[in-house]
């Protein structure tokens, strides 16, 4: 019997990914998502996750969701304009909207549904939108779907950027906006946000940028990529959209908008992702809300993640590890090579350290990499044996044509 004509167009497809050391598979953790974790049955040092500050672990927040769980139950059961709507997402709402500075927050199931709900809401077939190339992919889909002129400009090229929108000069009808991450999730480096700030400004265009990366673990007191660049000492205004996420540095889930009174409700009327998705389980967002109170009322973690990361530079720098220039827990090593950064990722691996290896689409083709993140609890022995491994594994020979390792 022959397979049908999509069976056979799948089968296709997939071998061509493999050909290309392209293929992705997924490895099963059992238990916690910490620092130490069990992956396929291996024990492992965790080196690719976005738990920035260790609190996906957190007992604390683990309890937040049990004593909800108990009063709230498991869902919400229908969309928050429905009856979906708990006093729990309210008040971790608003607590979001005082932590982060702005009137309003308005809670996500995701990040990439708040990219995508704030950008076909707001945007329209005649309104031009001006995005990083680098940007993450909910901000490329969410910028393609909403109709306007789309266009990518070069990786943080201010010069680009004024360009684009001195073109529609004098012109106030359609809306022109820049969207960019602050923290460019594969490469660690920050946008240059001052300079887009006041480009808008001059202009009469408007800013969004997901912090997805920066919030919780940037800034004196974890509020992200503008609150670090103001602190060393740059002067903007602040992005009239601000996106963000809590399944990073606060160890939970969902993503959340947060801006103007005019903003929230206006994305409450419009933002399909938002008004047509049940609304996140109460609990998950009384865990939120006891990770925001944390990062609020402990720095230490933000000062052991940075600490470990300076640790991790200066010990890179010393065996002459190639590292990519960032200040944020992201630390890529560049290999290029697709089947060279599998063959590294399994090694370490081997090794009871997990470092994903990152190749395209995710990065442009030739960058392929390993993506390391530091975290608060991670212990200085830890960073030392990474260190030492990343230093045996960057002369690796050719990956076997039947690894299969955990990538993106």
Request: glycine share 10%; net charge neutral; hydrophobic share 45%.
């Amino acid at each position: 019997m022959t397979g049908s004509a999509l069976e056979h167009r799948l089968q296709a497809g997939l071998e061509q990914v493999r050909a290309q050391n392209l293929y992705r598979t997924r490895r099963v953790i059992d238990g916690g998502h910490g620092a130490r974790i069990r992956v396929d049955g291996r024990e492992c040092i965790n080196f690719c996750s976005n738990d920035y500050l260790g609190l996906a672990a957190d007992p604390r927040i683990a309890e937040a969701a049990r004593a909800a769980l108990s009063h709230c139950g498991t869902g919400s059961g229908a969309a928050a304009l429905v009856s979906g709507y708990n006093h729990e997402h309210r008040a971790l709402e608003e607590a979001l909207a005082e932590f982060t500075g702005r009137p309003r927050a308005l809670l996500f199931s995701t990040g990439w549904a708040a990219n995508l709900g704030v950008l076909r809401a707001l945007l329209g077939k005649d309104d031009v939108l001006l995005a990083d190339e680098l940007n993450h992919a909910s901000l490329i889909d969410g910028g393609r779907l909403s109709g306007a002129h789309y266009r990518r400009i070069p990786h943080a090229d201010v010069a680009a950027f004024a360009a684009a929108l001195a073109e529609g000069a004098g012109d106030t009808s359609p809306l022109r906006m820049i969207a960019t991450d602050s923290v460019f999730s594969m490469d660690g480096d920050l946008a240059p946000l001052p300079q887009l700030a006041n480009l808008v400004q001059q202009h009469g265009a408007a800013l969004m940028i997901d912090d997805a990366h920066g919030f919780g673990v940037l800034g004196p007191r974890g509020r992200g990529a503008v609150e670090l660049l103001t602190a060393q000492g740059a002067v903007f205004p602040d992005p009239e959209i601000y996106v963000a996420t809590l399944g990073k540095a606060i160890g939970c889930g969902g993503a959340f908008v947060a801006g103007s009174e005019a903003l929230i409700e206006y994305l409450i009327q419009r933002a399909r992702s938002w008004i047509f998705s049940t609304a996140p389980p109460p609990a998950l967002a009384a865990a939120a809300r006891r990770g925001l109170q944390i990062i609020d009322q402990e720095p230490e973690h933000r000062r052991r993640a940075l600490a470990n990361l300076q640790r991790f530079r200066a010990g890179a720098a010393q065996l002459g590890i190639p590292l990519a220039a960032s200040q944020t827990p992201i630390q890529p090593l560049i290999v290029g090579d697709a089947a060279r950064a599998l063959e590294m990722s399994q090694r370490l691996f081997e090794q009871g350290l997990w470092v994903a290896a990152i190749r395209p689409p995710t990065v442009p083709r030739g960058t392929s990499r390993l993506r390391i993140t530091l975290s608060a609890a991670h212990r200085d022995e830890d960073i030392d044996r990474l260190l030492d491994a990343l230093a045996r594994v960057t002369d690796s020979a050719s990956v076997p044509a039947d690894l299969a390792a955990s990538t993106v």
